[in-house]
């Protein structure tokens, strides 16, 4: 009855998997909107919904910011604003890099 769709992230532009088990769920929870946002895009937007607030009240969140990993093209969500002259990566790939170091 479902079938995988490819969908366009609005925030970073890269494309994601709207698997069919993830329709079916959609369904099951009564929401009728697709998704917008890749799953690291969500993340992003999720925790800045919730530091604001914090924020707001005097909390002193860590602002986070989006990046692309240098070592695998995924995204990667950073404590510190990204600069072009120094490499950023994925936790995930940080870990091999660092171990490599």
Request: proline share 4%.
């Amino acid at each position: 009855m479902y079938a995988d769709k490819t969908i366009t992230c609005r925030d970073c532009a890269a494309e994601f998997v709207f698997t069919a088990g993830e329709q079916e769920f959609y369904e099951a929870k009564g929401l009728t909107h697709e998704p917008q946002r890749c799953a690291s895009c969500r993340a992003i937007a999720k925790q800045h919904r919730t530091s604001g607030m914090s924020a707001q009240n005097g909390g002193g969140a860590r602002e986070m910011h989006a990046a692309v990993c240098a070592e695998c093209g995924g995204q990667a969500l950073v404590p510190f604003l990204p600069r072009n002259e120094r490499p950023v990566y994925c936790s995930t790939c940080w870990d091999r890099v660092r171990t490599q170091a």
